[in-house]
């Protein structure tokens, strides 16, 4: 991801297989094989720290082992707003990697101490005639776990389209409830950090649920919500 904040660490197998979607169908003793391949390295971020940069010229893309980040973007004026969150197992800074981008407009923010996986995202894209299958099978894995961001980003174009602060707040947690399978939920975000996602004022975003709490359209406990039927 170009220039790095946090030191590296070195030495040892940094994953177990079995628990990462890009290495789902690979045999446990291929994957030492493909970390060689795609020039891999692990670094470490302490809550805080930054595991990319604005300015930053990418040409890796990062698994985050364990903890989580925001990928976040900041306008001219300095307003923050959180373009997606990125958990365990999941990819950060695919898509630039992938069509290269002169410097990147985001930067990623680790939310607690955060372990990334870097890989060449030239190395897995370009598999050699006569590639082993383990590749093959790690590119279709990237290639499908890349389309599962691009629904998130579209999710979150569907809820920040919306006209008012109301009709954004029923959009995502319509999508949230649909997610969790349930009408009690807990979202991933504080009120802060949901206002950066759904880009809307925090003091307006509070008035709308306080509002929304009283209609009996909802109820809620800090990061937990229930959707009620009036």
Known sequence: MGSKVARKEGGGSVMEPAEFSLFAGVEPGEVPRLLARFDAHEESFEKGELLFRE??????VGLVLSGALHVMQDDFWGNASIVSEVGEGDLFGASSACDPVPALDTHGLALVRTRALYLDTGRILNPPPGAPACHVRALANFARMLAGKYAVLNRKITHTAKRTTRGKVLSYLSEQAALAGSDLFAIPFNRQQLADY??????????VLARMR?????????????????
Do not use: N
Not at 55 to 60: I, L, N, Q, R, T
Not at 200 to 205: E, I, N, S, T, W
Not at 214 to 225: A, N
């Open 55 to 60: 300015g930053d010229v990418p040409h890796e």
């Open 198 to 207: 759904l880009e809307v004022d925090r003091a307006a975003l509070s008035k």
């Open 214 to 230: 009283d209609e009996g359209v909802i109820d809620f406990d800090r990061s937990t919500f229930r959707l009620l039927k009036p």
